[in-house]
């Protein structure tokens, strides 16, 4: 090993310094964007476990071992493997998520939803909490521009205007749907009764029930959209969003996380209302 | 509470700072990786 060292910096031609260079920069770039998640989800200990094996691999070079070739492809495999289990999820949401959400942000304020028609519907949801709230109903409310098919099937279609009757009604306890999550989508109650996933975080205070980590586990899912949950237990109005929530909403607060969900006000307004992910 | 303030944004730079370490860590893993598959492909 210690003469090949020697040779690799030695009599070398530059398209073999260029694709050493490619490789260890592609090699580099998978070593980070591991070490980046692993931090991320605070499983600190597979940097340590990636770093060891290959310094110890790297040590082992230095001795005559037969099948040398067999262990490095083995172990380097291995590795790779394991960050793709571990982490692809995130590196897919990341890559393609918050690419639509931020290049292909679809406006809800269409020609056939006026402002006027979108501030109404605000105006309605924020009624609806605020009676919930006051009658310690639960509640879970979405506001997307687009969900995936089986959430929607999971509950029943309605496709109706939104009205803060229609949201209290539907979550009224011993009710068939009052157990779901209504769906707002293009200024629409399209879907009541839906079943979200809950978030597998295990973090999360003792006072978030099964309401909270569904919103939270949906918006981990789908980060474009907002969920607005209304305990049962204490009352209390939240909003999650990317898997950040807000508890303690009043109207005004409310409003502005709505009109935000809904496309009232552009998406310079993100940050002043969810304040930048731990990554930006 | 909600938070109403509007936070500093931050760039490349402090992203950097931030995770400094994982970069270095991962260009010593990438030589360390170059060094090794080239050793075992000679």
Known sequence: MLEYIYNFFADVDIPTIVARCLLALIVAVFYFVAFYYAKKRNLEAIIYVLTTCLVVLFGLSFFDIPNFAFYVYFVLGFCALACILFFGQDVQRDI????WKRWFNKDMVTEEYGHEDISKSVNEIIKACQRLSKTDTGALILICDDISDHILESGTRLNSEVSADLIETLFFPKTPLHDGAVVIMANKVVAAGCYLPLTQQTNLPREFGTRHRAAIGVTEA??????IVVSEETGIISAVHDGKIQRYLDADQLRKILSYAMRLTDNSQLTSIWGLREDE | MSNNKQPKKKGLGHFLKHYFGYVVLSLVCAC???????YIGQ
């Open chain 1, 222 to 227: 789908f980060p474009t959209l907002t969920a």
């Open chain 2, 32 to 38: 360390l990786v170059v060094l090794l598959v080239g």
């Open chain 1, 96 to 99: 393609f998520r918050r690419a």
